[in-house]
């Protein structure tokens, strides 16, 4: 299943028409100019990792959309549903709920809790909530496993992208998407990482509502499209499109619940200057998402439909499907705002990653381990290269390897962090080994049947995805283990902590 | 209601996932049964979840319970609807510009709750999620653990909130 998230993985057609480029040198610029702004008001750690604590709602909802939606939205989503028809919207369907759930699951509790203590990371939240160096140290390892194979699979997809564009070569391409994002990163820490995810998520809303426009436009609606593939292929838009019952309800439930789990989008509620505009968030959120989220479904139908009508040939990969039809349908300026907005999602998910990666080896490793980091800035920035670098380098290993690491991240994520994190944070019943138990489930579950199904030892039968089996077995073991341990539960609150959790 | 009903709900739907999941391993292939069980099982599972988080001093708010309740409804019927009906046939009028079976998964579960899960949180917002009250009462907790973890030091906040613009 999450080898569906794969950005992209063969190099996409030539695109280099003078808009695009234009367009493209124009992002870059504008993400430069932000990156020197933030990296003059970064001056210390609480600026480098949690923004200050001084951003708007608005900057934060639209920021967390861009960040999680990947480059995947645009580029390797279109071509899923173009091959796997509705049931690739399964991936995305659940967005409708997860914002609201998670601003009463993780905002306010986190936001609280950062309130409280100073918090500056998630495996932070994961330590105060259980009185546990342990279960922070835990969290922080799956984190820094899961990241590192994100950046690299986003590096070289970028990668990719750069090459098609500027005709650099894969290898340089990939160096080049890392220089741009590490540039403003590194210096301006989290707080360049939200305001060029502003400007990401903006690019990728507008690129979005015009490029469905133009599916609407070039398919004579959505009756129109619905039509030229019914006629050749009901089941393509069947309610689970063409694949099996139980793997696109299997694919709801993974992202729905496990959008509690993503470090990435719950660490920016702490950077929230008013906790009370918390109130606002899953309406900003959730529009900026849906309005995103147009052109992950509508290219891939609308690409669909032309071949169905024999305008067009079939397409040689599924993932050429968003570059075909912009290029083939929409003018040159559009193209460019789409390629940007690749460019923009892959960056700002990357840049992400990089802060929280460089935030569990300064800040969350060491408190685990009993020590502090003296110079958490600095180190953070060192860090923040170091991560980019191994990422880089594993990046250019052979295509399959990159796969591999990329594909476990958001299983890994959500399988150890959605117990110990979403629910610990609201169930006051939760225990320290409970916590430990599901986190160390969740990292062994998800490496070993991921390793062994890339090694092909074995295959799950279909349907049964190992991210929904991993998450499905740590919220069990987190129940169990917390139930077994209840005795335990109140002397591992510490006062503050309750008090956040019962408002 | 207290906190017992979303966490049992809760396991509920993991384990009607898990029995689903684990069906799928039997010589045949998962039974009709399988697909009900990750259909009402990832629905409840996320309408349990948001009643979890909407507690309050271990007390589910009624609006929280009852736009849970009603998340549920309609990802489950929706999920329902589409088992149940039959397949449609090519020339079947459209709903919203999809087949029917379609139209009411996608919309169903993926416009619908978007209709009234954002604005009932901000509705309910002030008097049910976080008050200044609350922020105070936080911030009054942070400062006593501090001072008892370190009477020598100032009890001071890590930094103050500012009010919004």
């Known amino acids: 299943m999450t080898h569906w998230l794969l950005l992209q993985s063969a190099t996409p057609p030539a695109i280099r028409q003078p808009a695009v480029i234009v367009v493209a040198l124009l992002y870059f610029a504008a993400v430069a100019a932000i990156g020197v702004w933030a990296s003059r008001r970064t001056r210390n750690a609480r600026d480098f990792f949690v923004a200050g604590q001084g951003i708007g709602i608005v900057t934060l909802a639209i920021a967390a959309m861009a960040s999680t939606l990947s480059g995947f939205a645009f580029v390797g989503g279109p071509g899923l549903v173009y091959s796997a028809g509705t049931g690739a919207v399964f991936i995305v369907l659940s967005a409708s709920i997860t914002n609201t759930m998670g601003a009463w699951v993780l905002a306010r509790r986190l936001r609280l809790l950062g309130e409280a203590r100073g918090l500056i990371t998630v495996p932070d939240a994961i330590g105060a909530r259980y009185r546990s160096p342990a279960a922070q140290g835990l969290s922080a390892i799956a984190i820094l496993v899961a990241v590192v194979g994100y950046m690299a699979t986003n590096f070289l997809a970028l990668g990719l992208v750069i090459d098609a564009m500027f005709g650099t070569g894969l290898t340089l391409g990939i160096w080049i998407a890392m220089l741009v994002t590490l540039s403003y990163t590194a210096a301006g820490g989290i707080l360049a990482g939200v305001y060029t995810d502003l400007f990401e998520g903006v690019v990728k809303t507008v690129a979005s509502v015009t490029v469905f426009y133009f599916v609407l436009q070039v398919g004579g609606g959505l009756d129109g499209i619905s039509r030229a593939i019914t006629a050749v292929d009901a089941a393509f838009l069947g309610p689970w499109g063409k694949m099996p019952v139980l793997t696109a309800l299997s694919l709801f439930f993974v992202f729905g619940l496990g959008a509690l789990g993503q470090p990435h989008v719950a660490h920016k509620f702490y950077m929230l200057r008013d906790p009370r505009q918390l109130k606002w968030y899953p309406l900003l959120m959730s529009a900026a998402m849906g309005l995103t989220l147009l052109l992950y479904v509508g290219v891939g139908l609308v690409m669909r439909a032309k071949v169905a009508s024999g305008a067009l040939p079939p397409l040689v990969r599924a993932d050429d499907a968003t570059p075909a039809f912009v290029l083939g349908f929409t003018p040159g300026a559009v193209a460019g705002l789409v390629f940007a907005g690749v460019l923009a999602a892959g960056m700002s998910t990357v840049n992400s990653f990089m802060n929280i990666g460089a935030a569990a080896v300064t800040h969350d490793l060491p408190r685990a381990l009993g020590r502090r980091v003296g110079d958490e800035l600095r180190w953070g920035r060192a860090w923040t290269v170091v991560l980019s670098v191994a990422a880089v380098l594993l990046a250019q290993m052979p295509g399959a390897v990159v796969a591999f690491l990329g594909i476990f991240g958001f299983g890994l994520f959500a399988s150890t962090l959605v117990p110990s994190l979403a629910i610990g944070l609201n169930w006051t019943g939760a225990t320290r080994e409970g916590a430990i138990a599901s986190i160390a489930t969740g990292l062994v579950l998800t490496l070993a049947l991921e390793s062994l199904a890339f090694l092909k030892v074995f295959s799950l039968p279909a349907g049964v995805t190992i991210s929904g089996l991993s998450l499905i077995l740590s919220i069990l073991v987190f129940f169990g283990v917390s139930w077994l341990t209840r005795a335990r539960a109140a002397a591992q609150l510490d006062d503050d902590v309750r008090v956040v959790m019962e408002v | ?165």
């Open chain 2, 1 to 165: 209601m207290t906190i017992r009903l979303p966490l049992a709900c809760l396991a509920l739907s993991c384990a009607a996932i898990g029995g689903a999941y684990a069906s799928s391993f039997l010589p045949g292939g998962a039974p009709v049964w399988a697909a009900w069980g990750v259909a009402l099982g990832g629905a409840g599972a996320l309408a349990s979840m948001m009643a979890l988080g909407a507690t309050r001093r271990g007390r589910v708010r009624p609006i929280a319970l009852g736009v849970s309740a009603l998340t549920f409804v309609v990802v489950a019927g929706a999920f329902g609807a589409a088992l149940l009906l039959p397949p449609e046939a090519p020339d079947a009028p459209l709903l919203l510009g999809l087949p029917v079976r379609a139209a009411l998964v996608l919309y169903g579960v993926g416009i619908v709750p978007l209709l009234f899960l954002p604005l009932a949180y901000a509705l309910s917002f002030d008097a049910d999620t976080l008050d200044a009250g609350d922020l105070e009462r936080v911030r009054r907790a942070a400062r006593e653990s501090a001072a008892a973890a370190n009477p020598a030091a100032t009890p001071e906040l890590p930094r103050a909130t500012e009010s919004a613009p």
